[in-house]
Nanobody, 124 residues
Framework: QVQLVESGGGLVQAGGSLNLYCQGSGLTFSNYTMGWFREVPGTNREFVAAISWHGTVTRYARSEKGRFAISRDNAKNTVYLQMNSLKPEDTAVYYC?????????????????WGQGTQVTVSS
């Protein structure tokens, strides 16, 4: 049974930082591009960042580039999202995702596995 378990969410003031973690089990972690998405109730789940299976290629949504950093450790089956200079509009449930190894262009249609999500709230 494949599981992606996120942690690290919480409440932070605007301008602060949070680190999210996602640990996978039940899958060969290095076979997947890993990514982060986020969702606000009433809106579509949107792409945040992705990292190639070997960790050398990353991709970010435009609004996150320069503020967020994605990384992975295949030996620990873990993907990370470092979030800096957080804004109230970053408030959302953040989901870890495992997608096709052949691309870092992830969207909700090419995800094989999802985590359960972790809440991030940024206060103004």
């Amino acid at each position: 049974q494949v599981q992606l378990v996120e942690s690290g969410g919480g409440l932070v003031q605007a301008g602060g930082s949070l680190n999210l973690y996602c640990q996978g089990s039940g899958l060969t972690f290095s076979n997947y591009t890993m990514g982060w998405f986020r969702e606000v109730p009433g809106t579509n789940r949107e792409f945040v960042a992705a990292i190639s299976w070997h960790g050398t290629v990353t991709r970010y949504a435009r609004s996150e580039k320069g503020r967020f950093a994605i990384s992975r450790d295949n030996a620990k089956n873990t993907v990370y999202l470092q979030m800096n200079s957080l804004k109230p509009e970053d408030t959302a449930v953040y989901y870890c995702a495992a997608g096709s190894r052949s691309t870092v262009i992830l969207d909700t249609t090419n995800i094989y596995y999802w985590g359960q999500g972790t809440q991030v709230t940024v206060s103004s």
